[in-house]
């Protein structure tokens, strides 16, 4: 445990330098998981913007309070986040497509909107197929977006007739918040460094997740602190392909020396 608290206070300033770099960044994914800490049910929550940067923080809650802590509450970039209302403060949001698709399959899936649910899936999956062959090369940006637009206007017609339909009230009501949201569905058109899903930040909470079932978890506060420090540290570090023994070796050297600490942020090519 001590050995932990000491590795703790020596990321902290690296760790710190990591947080600023995102919460700057013009794009950042985030995400958020399921902790334990003293026994009790709270959130990790991880932001990351392009390869290597990624921090995580351990909060209390879910909500917007603890978005804006993760963020910073002048947060003033572009966000590609999932469906959690406690990110709504975030004026420039793209919501990820990965979770529109499975709001798709359960209308798929649900008595009275089977149609209309798959009609909807089949052009979701249309959707992130033609930006991944634009991603890839394959169809230039102008192709994609003619072939976006006859999904997105397929898209907007069928939301339309199943919040009108009372085919069910969940359905009604999913497709009407999705209609309230629409534009939300469609920022990474107008930004083209902007993924379309949210992949990126589920893939780097993973790690998170790994971790609590592994080790069920944190007895503390400090235990969370240092849990939060180290999985930015191997996250960045990982992403950026450095070798995490050699720069923890050299930054507990540092430490002890009194000298200053090695950084976590992208070495210049």
């Known amino acids: ?48 913007a392009g390869t290597g940067l990624v921090f995580f923080k351990i909060q209390l809650g879910r909500g917007r309070l603890e978005a804006k802590r993760l963020l910073g509450k002048n947060f003033g970039g572009l966000a590609v986040v999932d469906m959690l209302g406690a990110y709504n403060w975030i004026v420039l949001r793209q919501l990820c497509w990965a979770h529109v698709l499975r709001i798709f399959r359960a209308l798929a899936e649900r008595k009275g909107s089977e149609w209309h649910g798959r009609r909807l899936e ?13 991603r890839d090369g394959k169809i230039s940006r102008e192709e994609m977006f003619t072939r976006i637009t006859v999904h997105r206007t397929t898209i907007h017609a069928l939301l339309e007739r199943v919040a009108d339909a009372g085919l069910s009230e969940r359905s009604c009501r999913q497709c009407a918040w999705l209609l309230k949201r629409e534009h939300l569905l469609w920022t ?12 990126r930040a589920e893939r780097r909470v993973r790690r998170g997740v790994l971790m609590r079932k592994k080790t069920f978890g944190t007895d503390s506060v400090h235990g969370s602190r240092f849990v939060e420090r180290i999985l930015t540290a191997t996250g960045c570090l990982r992403e950026q392909k450095r070798d995490v023994l050699a720069f923890l070796t050299d930054a507990y050297t540092a430490h002890l020396a009194g000298l200053p600490m090695p950084s976590l942020l992208p070495l210049p090519s």
């Open 122 to 134: 089949l052009a979701g999956y249309r959707v992130l197929a033609d930006w991944r062959a634009w």
């Open 1 to 48: 445990r001590e050995i932990e608290r000491r590795m703790s206070a020596m990321l902290r300033a690296p760790v710190r330098a990591v947080i600023l770099a995102v919460r700057a960044a013009g794009i950042v994914y985030a995400d958020e998981t399921k902790w334990r800490q003293e026994k009790k049910s709270v959130w990790l929550w991880e932001a990351g």
């Open 188 to 199: 990474f058109l107008d930004h083209k460094d902007v993924e379309p899903t949210n992949n």
